[in-house]
């Protein structure tokens, strides 16, 4: 096992892991991936080229040529910044959907893994410290109700200038939790040595708090 450190942030969409992820790194000087992010744009380079959520094998083979960067907070896909176009809800649904499938993820698992460099790295997703890292020395499952996530989620798409609506954002983050969870390769659940942070009533700065408290216990980022 690589003697490179790792906190693995997962959880639910929403939850504030990705904020949480970019802020520890940033604190500890150390790397980030944004594992959701590179099922988007894998959802997105698919939806672009036509294939569907359900054809296995394409996606396996596009998993694996998939070139996806993170370089000063941008997503990059083959050099183009798509940071936005993978944050529509349709791609959303359609990233959910693939992540089900055994062949994606062990076509993105090594590419994953990859990321892990000199002198740490902060990983957020869903299945950080449940299969890619399960070695990490820290990890943690944020989560909090769905009624907070979607609330969260409103206020980012209102900003951004979409038209939503509040029940359907509940209604549909609780259909992910429940596709998430109860999907037969990686479901969406805290390690046995996971620390479960509920930041429904946190703030961001809290939680980061907690993490980076956690984190000094362990030694990491001294």
Do not use: C
Not at 49 to 61: K, M, Q, V, W
């Amino acid at each position: 096992m690589s003697q490179i450190p790792v906190i693995t942030i997962d959880g639910p969409s929403g939850s504030g892991k990705g904020t949480v992820t970019g802020l520890v790194a940033r604190q500890l000087g150390w790397h980030v991936l944004d594992s959701g992010a590179i099922y988007r744009v894998l959802a997105l380079a698919a939806e672009q080229s036509g294939i569907a959520p359900t054809s296995e094998a394409a996606l396996r083979t596009m998993a694996l040529q998939l070139q996806v960067e993170f370089v000063d907070g941008k997503t990059l896909l083959g050099g183009a910044d798509v940071g936005r176009a993978i944050r529509t809800e349709s791609v959303g649904s359609y990233a959910s959907q693939i992540a089900s499938l055994e062949g994606v993820r062990e076509g993105l698992l090594q590419r994953q893994r990859d990321f892990r460099q000199e002198p740490g790295l902060v990983a957020d997703g869903r299945d950080m410290g449940t299969v890619v890292f399960t070695d990490a020395p820290l990890k943690i499952f944020l989560t909090a109700s769905a009624e907070e996530r979607a609330r969260r989620r409103y206020l980012q798409l209102k900003e951004a200038g979409h038209s939503v609506n509040l029940p359907a954002l509940v209604e549909e983050i609780r259909a992910r939790d429940e596709r998430d969870t109860n999907r037969e390769v990686a479901p969406l659940k805290p390690a046995d040595d996971a620390i479960v942070l509920d930041s429904t009533t946190l703030t961001i700065e809290q939680v980061v708090e907690r993490v980076l408290a956690e984190a000094t216990t362990r030694g990491l980022g001294s």
